[in-house]
């Protein structure tokens, strides 16, 4: 049974967090207000599980260190990680963007070297709960998070209930067909989505170097860059009037636009959150998006639903995470009174 989101326990103790991907690592000491008291982060080490979980036991050892907390003043850690996660044990079954991670036992090592009870979850998962805690889906009953960046995943809270789905994977929208093309075995053992494919980073800067290699763009700035341009590049281009970067980004937007108009077809949300690398630069095209949508969604769903841009940047995972070990902890708590008053 999932008990609705909304309550803080550990008042007064703070949590260390996590969020783990395939180029960063970010880990942070937050308190149960929302207030990040410390927080670092660093490259990612690729070269396979052990390493990877030695990084993050020195990260959170320099965290509490630096921070001069000590540990019964510590809740416990949280974990947002893009993998499929064993349902009951968090175990991480598979990362596709970290080397050699299948079979994991990420939360069991780090409660035997902490003594700290640790909770995983699926790294969409903690971007809306972020989101939903400190962000701009703060006073939102329902919401989804769409991050847009290297890839395309997202996370989804209706009614004050996190979604999870039956394999902890609800939200994974990056895999939305949008246009009828053929996917590659490799594409699919790549787990390259097919909206992914066309509006994520890597998406847009491939559509500007062919165009420049047709020489569509004789005059735009993003020449100077060639075959090492990048979305970045893109969107700055874009602000300054380049009409290249323009064309670019308004067939991007409405590529955008179409996917969350499934979205809000399927959930009705009231508020729909961009983030991510690539996301969080979509301020400028909100309107185009929103027009999108209205062409495209249920008429009454897309005119009630707001777009907006994240407040919180990259802040939204490893808020997520500490949040996400507060409910977790909460909610055990509760279920297992639960079962004291029935067994009683």
């Not at 962000?135 to 995943?153: P, Q």
């Not at 979604?163 to 699919?188: D, K, P």
């Not at 929103?290 to 490893?318: E, M």
Request: hydrophobic share 40%.
């Amino acid at each position: 049974m999932e008990l609705p989101l909304g309550m803080i326990p550990q008042k007064g103790k703070a949590a260390l967090a996590v969020d783990l991907g395939g180029t960063k690592t970010a880990g942070a000491l937050i308190d149960d207000s929302g207030s990040i008291l410390f927080s670092h982060q660093e490259r990612t080490v690729q070269s396979g599980p052990e390493e990877g979980m030695v990084q993050i036991i020195e990260l959170l050892e320099e965290i509490i260190r630096q921070s001069r907390i000590s540990r019964d003043e510590i809740a416990g850690i949280g974990i947002g990680i893009p993998a499929v996660l064993e349902s009951e044990t968090d175990l991480v079954l598979w990362a596709p963007n970290l080397n050699g991670w299948r079979n994991v036992p990420l939360r069991s090592k780090l409660e035997q070297h902490f003594n700290l009870p640790t909770r995983i979850e699926y790294d969409g998962h903690t971007a809306v709960l972020g989101e939903w805690w400190q962000g701009n889906g703060r006073g939102y009953r329902s919401l989804m998070n769409i991050i847009i960046g290297t890839g395309v995943g997202g996370g989804l809270i209706l009614n004050e209930r996190l979604i999870r789905g039956s394999s902890r994977l609800a939200g994974a929208i990056g895999w939305f067909v949008i246009r009828n093309t053929q996917t590659s075995q490799q594409e699919i053992e790549q787990a390259l989505g097919r909206w992914e494919a066309w509006v994520a980073g890597p998406a847009l800067a491939r559509q500007a170097q062919a165009l420049l290699a047709k020489k569509q763009g004789s005059t735009s700035s993003l020449q100077a860059f060639g075959h090492e341009v990048t979305a970045k590049e893109i969107f700055a281009a874009a602000s300054k009037g380049d009409t290249l970067a323009r064309h670019i980004l308004s067939d991007w937007s409405e590529l955008v636009g179409i996917g969350i108009a499934n979205v809000v077809s399927l959930v009705n949300p009231d508020v729909v959150i961009l983030g991510g690398g690539v996301g969080c630069n979509a301020a400028e095209w909100i309107p185009r998006i929103q027009a999108t949508v209205q062409k495209y969604a249920q008429p009454f769903s897309a005119q009630q639903v707001r777009i907006l841009v994240s407040s919180l940047g990259n802040r939204a995972g490893l808020l997520g995470a500490a949040y996400a070990l507060f409910y977790r902890l909460e909610q055990e708590k509760t279920l297992n009174l639960g079962k004291e008053v029935q067994q009683a």
